[in-house]
């Protein structure tokens, strides 16, 4: 009796061991090793970070982007010997501006049209625009023109012709949407500047992909601007580094079923890449009904360069593993990481290279010296160049 006692007693504390670690593990989830990104994807993520940090170029503070593809920046790089810029964009410098440019990426390089989106003016917009309350988030009308938005909101569109006039949009209603006024105005005063030049080099290129690429507020603009081009019938695919919350749960579901976001990673159309210690993916707050889509790809490691293995895939719209965990770690100094606006000057700009540089190769720190084919720079030079108040 007393031996069945005891294998019962044994028994018991497995069962007690087993579950009280399964209840660990859940409380306390490692991180997940089998999610590390691709190294195609890697190089493809990298690539872009050069793409969209070129957008910084134009504006008040750039040289601009000359014809057929030069700049300041990356313009001269090896991968970009086949780009050809069609127009820039810039709405002027107000908290609803919009600023980058579209290019062409023709064979023998991967035959895309590419948008790519710059972040805001300064540290005060930035401020400012994640501190915007929500509006209802409507889905466009198929005809621009129909008066149901302002010309202060959306400048009227330059004269149309058969070869640039966009298709209608007809897009699904979304139920209970809420958006950020701020990035919504932002998307309304860039669109009907460069509908007109997109719709041309769609119908001239056909078979190109179309490539929305977009850093910090700039990922919140092209996020719109997928939607939108997603309503009119095209199939972009869309990245974006440092993206803020830019509506409540029913925008963001809405944006996962238009893009078919699933656990399917090779289908999916869609990157959000965030990085350790970036607040402004963790903003605008939660309490004013701010949430995230899905697809997040997470840099875990805090300082540049960075590895194939410092990157993966997180699980839903908020993995508490990735950039949402981060705001429940251990304030340092008393301060979350949402508040940290020191980091917009470093972790935020920090996606593969520190990003709103307008300078030979990006940065004169060259960090990628241990990829051949991404510059030999010595970095001698770093002193000589200032950096810019741009994010």
């Known amino acids: 009796m007393g031996s069945a006692s005891g294998l019962l007693l044994r028994v018991l504390c497995l069962v007690f061991v087993i579950r009280s670690g399964v209840v660990l593990a859940q409380t306390n989830p490692s991180p997940r090793t089998n999610d590390t990104i ?30 057929p593809f030069s700049c300041a920046s990356h313009c001269g790089d090896e991968d970009f010997k086949d780009f050809e810029l069609v127009t820039a964009w810039n709405t002027g410098p107000l908290f609803s501006d919009s ?46 023109d129909d008066g149901s938005t ?5 400048p009227n569109a330059p004269p149309t012709t058969p070869d640039n006039d966009p298709p209608p949009a007809d897009p699904p209603k979304c139920t209970n949407c809420t958006v950020h006024t701020g990035f919504y105005t932002s998307w309304l005063n860039t669109r009907k500047a ?41 199939h972009p695919r869309i990245t974006t580094f440092g993206e803020p919350r830019i509506g409540n749960a029913a925008l963001m579901s809405y944006i996962n079923s238009r893009f078919n976001i699933t656990t399917n990673r090779e289908t999916n159309s869609y990157h959000r890449v965030t990085h350790h210690a970036d607040p402004v993916p963790l903003l605008p707050l939660a309490e004013w009904g701010y949430t995230m889509h899905s697809e997040e790809l997470f840099i875990s490691k805090p300082d540049l360069p960075f590895a194939e293995e410092d990157i993966r ?25 949402r508040f940290k606006f020191w980091e917009l000057f470093f972790a935020h700009r ?42």
């Open 99 to 144: 600023c980058g440019y579209i290019a062409l990426s023709h064979p023998p390089s991967h035959p895309r049209i590419i948008l790519a989106f710059r972040g805001t003016y300064s540290l005060a917009n930035t401020i400012i625009d994640l501190s915007t309350i929500p509006q209802e988030y409507v889905p466009y009308p198929g005809d621009d």
């Open 194 to 234: 460069i509908l007109p030049q997109l719709t041309e080099a769609i119908n001239t290129h056909p078979t190109y992909d179309i490539v929305l690429v977009g850093h910090s507020l700039g990922g919140a603009v092209a996020a719109l601007a997928a939607l939108d081009l997603r309503a009119r019938g095209w």
């Open 313 to 337: 895939h997180c699980a839903g719209d908020e993995d508490a593993t990735c950039i949402a965990g981060t705001d429940a770690e251990a304030p340092s100094w008393g301060i979350p990481a």
């Open 38 to 67: 691709t190294r195609e994807l890697f190089f493809e993520l990298e690539e872009l970070a050069r793409i969209v940090d070129i957008s910084y170029c134009v504006g008040t503070a750039g040289l601009g982007i000359q014809k």
């Open 350 to 391: 920090d996606y593969f290279w520190r990003l709103g540089l307008c300078v030979p190769g990006g940065d004169p720190k060259d960090w990628y010296r241990k990829y051949p084919k991404h510059g030999d720079g010595d970095g001698d030079d770093e002193g000589d160049v200032q950096d810019i108040d741009e994010l």
């Open 150 to 154: 302002s010309d202060f909101l959306a």
